[in-house]
Nanobody
Framework: EVQLVESGGGLVQPGGSLRLSCVASGFPFTMYAMSWVRQAPGKGLEWVAG????????YYADSVKGRFTLSEDNAKNTLYLQLNNLKTEDTAMYYC????????????RGQGTQVTVSS
């Protein structure tokens, strides 16, 4: 059974930082493309960042490029997303997804972790 468990969200002031984690299980982690997507209140799902099937190349949405960094620990089957210089418009539920590196056409999704950026 595929499981994706996110953590690390919270309330942070503008300009602050958070690190999100996603622990994956039930599939060979290093053989699947992975991404982070988010959904802001009242809006659709937005792809944020992803890594290719061979885990060799990462991609970022223009809205987060230079502020967010995707990384991973393959020994722990864990995907991370470092969020720096957060803005109020980054407020959303963040999800870890399997099966895509550059869009929202994923196979599986975790339960999400909430990020709220507010002063």
């Amino acid at each position: 059974e595929v499981q994706l468990v996110e953590s690390g969200g919270g309330l942070v002031q503008p300009g602050g930082s958070l690190r999100l984690s996603c622990v994956a299980s039930g599939f060979p982690f290093t053989m699947y493309a992975m991404s982070w997507v988010r959904q802001a209140p009242g809006k659709g799902l937005e792809w944020v960042a992803g890594v290719t099937t061979d885990h060799d190349t990462t991609y970022y949405a223009d809205s987060v490029k230079g502020r967010f960094t995707l990384s991973e620990d393959n020994a722990k089957n864990t995907l991370y997303l470092q969020l720096n210089n957060l803005k109020t418009e980054d407020t959303a539920m963040y999800y870890c997804v399997q099966g895509t590196s550059r869009n929202t056409n994923y196979n599986y999704r975790g339960q999400g972790t909430q990020v709220t950026v507010s002063s």
